[in-house]
Nanobody, 126 residues
Framework: QVQLVESGGGLVQAGGSLRLSCLASGRTFGIYTMAWFGQAPGKERVFVAAIRWNAVSTFYADSVKGRFTISRDSVKETLYLQMNSLKPEDTAVYYC???????????????????WGQGTQVTVSS
């Protein structure tokens, strides 16, 4: 099993920044894709960003391109999401996800990921 624990959420004013972290532990060998999803109140969980563990490839939802950056530290087994120029519509619970496979057609699908964290709340005030 793989355990994922997110941290770094909080309350920030519009235009501000936050950095989310996701620490992976357990049987992490072979984890090849990691991602962030966001779930706003009353809405479905949606794709935000993904990274292949070799860090060569990163992928973003159109709504966050140019504002968010996904990265990872393989030594610390930690995934990050740097969130800049935050908007009220970014308010959501952000979940870290991981899987041992990668697909160009499903990296942005919730069904792709076998492992999930408990989520961290991000609230952006106007």
């Amino acid at each position: 099993q793989v355990q994922l624990v997110e941290s770094g959420g909080g309350l920030v004013q519009a235009g501000g920044s936050l950095r989310l972290s996701c620490l992976a532990s357990g049987r992490t060998f072979g984890i090849y894709t990691m991602a962030w999803f966001g779930q706003a109140p009353g809405k479905e969980r949606v794709f935000v960003a993904a990274i292949r563990w070799n860090a060569v490839s990163t992928f973003y939802a159109d709504s966050v391109k140019g504002r968010f950056t996904i990265s990872r530290d393989s030594v610390k087994e930690t995934l990050y999401l740097q969130m800049n120029s935050l908007k009220p519509e970014d308010t959501a619970v952000y979940y870290c996800a991981a899987d041992r496979y990668f697909s160009y057609t499903t990296y942005n699908s919730r069904d792709q990921y076998a492992y999930w964290g408990q989520g961290t709340q991000v609230t952006v005030s106007s």
